[in-house]
């Protein structure tokens, strides 16, 4: 009988052989997770070419379940459920097995035995393609037919006491670096200093040495260890590897303190650009089948957040790997398919780490972001986010209480508001509107004159609105420069009788309401109401009071700072929407690769004529420069010529205080930057935003930063007389009246 059977498996092969290629029908992952493995009702077994089609289509698609029930009582009695699926999930993923191909090519039957021949395609993300052609072997029970079941089946070298295992290659982690070639995020090691409670003979002595190498207080400090049990070892601090080489005499010489170190990823400077670079972590468990799918093992650091997250497959390079067969015991029998590691590739950003840590600096503890594009390319220069946070909390030993105050901060310092902080513009908006004016409503920006006696009865004098000041007679573009209120009311009431899709629609076409298209950190796209909107979001129709608000940047409008600096840029360029780019090349690979350079893209132009566009710079250039603008008390002296826009933005209710905006490009005559700075729920625009922007342009140009006002040194405080109006108008009047 065995001498029989071997022949017809024989026969089998012999069939296989003389077969064409088979008809490949790709699997999911192998790691995708499946049904819990209970009783099924199982299809009906008469012909064993039913049940092995069965068993292999349930494979490809990861059903254990069914399988299981597919096979023969005796196998069902040497297996349970559980070790059944465990054998077949354990052994995909050790081989790193991302799709199961099978197909049944014959097969033949004697008596209550049977055999079927099948084809075996395993794709794996490290060892490459495994493919064989193997058999399996069927037996009756009554009118049933099962699968006679072992290992062999998963691959025919399993079978017996035998296993894959895959040995990893995990490359170095490339570096992340400014535009000059300066550390942004790197490799290195992290050194944890800490103290044994026990073994410390001077309390006075180890506080004075951890506070010289920390910023916690001696309180801190001790809080940490002074409970502690005799002989632990308790974590106090992570520093960086140069600090405890410079402090080694100090640190080694001081009983009952000790240093871990351990090779890990470092952020220099303290983080600089914290909200670009972002932080690595643990693959986190929601995404282990995902890592897994690529060649991962599953117990590395990984991007979690900005470059470090958008470049993992730049940076992380490609896992290599051995898969070998072994025994039981752990003895290699045979290596079966090796593949070699490749190395990440360094990403070189466009911000210049000195520049971004001065602007950061400027930005302080202040809410808000400031934003600096270079006006020509798109490439950011400097993205500040405040509050902010030291990256390296994430990555060191002692960083878990760091990161439990990061997540529970209610100042939200994760946030990157430069891109995902939503704001009404305010005034910064009359840009846009002065646009509209001139291309839709014809109206000349110096023939075109409105009297301002410091209010606005458009609406009726029971909707009365007032300016901060009586501006008199006054052209387009002088209200543009002095930024009054009542000009631009009487322009958005016009507007809305040429059209109430006017002014969202140049909002739109000065790129708001859409996402920049910045690469590596994905940005919002605020908003842009206009009636549909307003019906399908509010319930309401569009009224005349809308457009109003909206053309002094009010009502429901709401921008991200980058999509400003972008409008600013455009402004500043001659009228080009630049998509903004962080990354300005990837370098060279190993393997022959060449580097990757990011090229300038424009995305789309203003929708403003030259000699237009002309005149609202000149305007712009007027509110730093002439005496009706609003800040030119702030960039008195400076040698560089700054135009810009100040914007005070409503942000709640009547106690609240409004955003501070400043938008610039500098030098006027000649612009290569672009400039936002948002402080939220200060003040004014000129006494908040605008002496920092001015910061901003000295840093940049390496000229002594000139002292902010008081009110501005503290980032909140009573504003003094405002320069411009800023009060929503809040009546809904249908546009007929």
């Known amino acids: 009988m065995m001498r029989k059977a071997a022949l017809i498996v024989a026969c089998l092969l012999l069939v296989v052989a003389c077969k064409g290629p088979a008809v490949e029908t790709p699997a999911p992952p192998a790691s995708t997770p499946t049904p819990s493995i209970a009783p099924t009702p199982t299809p009906a077994r008469a012909l064993p070419d039913a049940t092995a089609a069965l068993f292999l289509d349930s494979w490809m698609r990861g059903d254990y379940g069914t399988m299981y029930n597919l096979l023969s009582p005796t196998s069902r009695a040497a297996i349970d459920a559980d070790g059944f699926a465990h054998r077949y999930r354990s052994t995909l993923i050790e ?6 191909t099978t197909r049944l090519q014959s097969s033949l039957r004697d008596g209550d035995q049977a055999w079927a021949a099948f084809n075996l395609k395993l794709d794996t993300a490290l060892a490459g393609t495994l493919v064989t052609d193997t058999i ?3 037996s009756r029970q009554g009118e049933q037919w099962g699968v006679d079941w072992d290992a062999s089946l998963i691959w ?17 982690r490339a570096n992340i670096y400014d535009l000059n070639g300066l550390g942004l995020a790197r490799e290195g090691t992290i050194v944890t200093v800490g103290v044994i409670p026990g073994d410390v003979e001077d309390d006075e002595a180890v506080l004075a040495a951890l506070m010289q190498i920390t910023d916690l207080t001696a309180e801190e400090i001790l809080g940490r260890y002074i409970d502690a049990p005799a002989t632990w070892k308790t974590t106090i601090a992570d520093i960086p590897a140069e600090v405890s080489i410079e402090h080694n005499d100090m640190l080694a010489s001081t009983p009952g303190i000790y240093r871990d170190e351990k090779p890990g990823r470092i952020y220099p400077h303290g983080g600089a650009a914290p909200h670009i670079v972002g932080w690595v972590a643990p693959v986190p468990a929601e995404q282990l089948d995902a890592y897994r799918a690529r060649g991962y093992r599953g117990d590395e650091w990984v991007g979690i957040y900005g470059i470090e997250a958008w470049g993992e497959e730049i940076l992380g390079g490609k896992h290599g790997g051995k898969l070998t067969l072994i025994t039981g015991a752990g003895e290699v029998v045979e290596v079966l398919s090796e593949t070699s590691a490749v190395p990440g ?3 070189y950003t466009t911000i210049d780490r000195d520049f971004q840590e001065k602007v950061q600096q400027i930005l302080g503890q202040r809410k808000g972001a400031i934003v600096v594009l270079d006006a020509r390319t798109g490439a950011v220069r400097a993205l500040a986010s405040s509050p902010g946070f030291d990256s390296n909390v994430f990555v060191g030993p002692a960083g878990e209480v760091g990161r439990s105050q990061l997540l529970a901060d209610p100042r939200h ?9 939503i704001y009404p513009l305010g005034s910064v908006f009359k840009i846009v509107t002065i646009a509209a004016a001139m291309e839709e409503a014809h109206m000349d920006p110096v023939g075109t004159s409105f009297f301002c006696p410091g209010y606005w009865d458009g609406l009726g004098a029971a909707a009365r609105k007032a300016c ?5 007679d006054i052209t387009l573009k002088d209200a543009l420069t002095a930024s009054c209120d009542v000009t631009f009311y009487e322009v958005g009431l016009t507007l809305d009788g040429v059209g109430q899709d006017i002014l969202p629609d140049y909002a739109r076409g000065f790129g708001f309401g859409v996402s920049t298209g910045l690469e590596a950190l994905p940005d919002d796209a605020g908003l842009v109401p206009d009636y549909e909107w307003k019906v399908n979001n509010i319930g309401e129709a569009w009224w005349v009071g809308d457009t109003i608000n909206l053309a002094i940047g009010q009502g429901y409008l709401l921008v991200t700072p980058i999509q400003v600096a972008r409008m600013m840029a455009a402004v500043a360029n001659g009228g080009t929407l630049l998509r903004p780019f962080l990354i300005d090349r990837i370098g060279s690979g190993a393997n022959g690769e060449p580097a990757q350079v990011t090229e300038p893209e424009g995305v789309g132009t203003v929708p403003l004529s030259a000699a237009h566009l002309i005149a609202i710079q000149e305007a712009l250039l007027g509110v730093t420069t002439m005496s009706i603008g609003t800040a030119p008390h702030r960039f008195t002296g400076l040698s560089i010529l700054v135009a810009g826009k100040t914007g005070t933005a409503e942000s709640g209710g009547p106690e609240t205080m409004p955003h501070s905006w400043f938008a610039a490009y500098a030098p006027a005559h000649d612009p290569e930057i672009a400039i936002v700075v948002i402080v939220e729920k200060v003040g004014e625009g000129s006494t908040f935003a605008a002496p920092m922007t001015r910061q901003v342009v000295e840093a940049y140009y390496g000229l002594p930063l000139t002292p902010l ?6 980032g909140y405080a009573t504003p003094t007389p405002p320069p411009e109006a800023t009060e929503e108008i809040t009546t809904t009047i249908p546009a007929d009246q």
Do not use: C, K
């Open 95 to 100: 081989a790193s097995v991302l799709t199961v």
């Open 136 to 138: 399996m072997s069927l």
């Open 156 to 172: 025919p070298q399993l079978a017996g006491d035998h296993y894959f295992r895959m040995e990893y290659t995990v490359p170095l």
């Open 345 to 347: 590739r360094a990403i």
């Open 413 to 421: 310092p994760l946030v990157n508001r430069a891109i995902h902080g």
């Open 468 to 472: 901060w000041t009586s501006h008199g």
């Open 709 to 714: 006002p008081p009110q501005a040194m503290e």
